[in-house]
């Protein structure tokens, strides 16, 4: 009888192990490759999120392209921009 207690102790702790176990897996906030995962998504999706604005303008890259020290000209007025 003593050793079925015993046995029956241990099954139950062996449970709240593992009960204990799946849940802080399943509440804990995202692991270190998860974690990794989620930054680099971010980052792709800032670039997506970058704004035509922010881009250079075609003088702008071309001169970039051909004097890379050079200071930035400043930007050209594109009639799409519909500035009045």
Do not use: G, W
Request: hydrophobic share 40%; aromatic share 4%.
């Amino acid at each position: 009888m003593a050793r079925l207690l015993i046995e029956m102790k241990e099954q139950r702790r062996r449970q709240a192990i593992i009960a204990a176990a799946i849940s802080r897996a399943a509440n804990e906030p995202a692991t270190r490759l998860n974690m990794l995962i989620q930054e680099q998504q971010a980052a792709i999706e800032e670039v997506i999120q970058t704004q035509e604005s922010e881009l250079p303008s075609y003088e702008e890259a071309i001169h970039m392209n051909n004097y890379p020290n050079a200071p930035r000209i400043p930007p050209t007025i594109h009639p799409r921009d519909n500035y009045i």
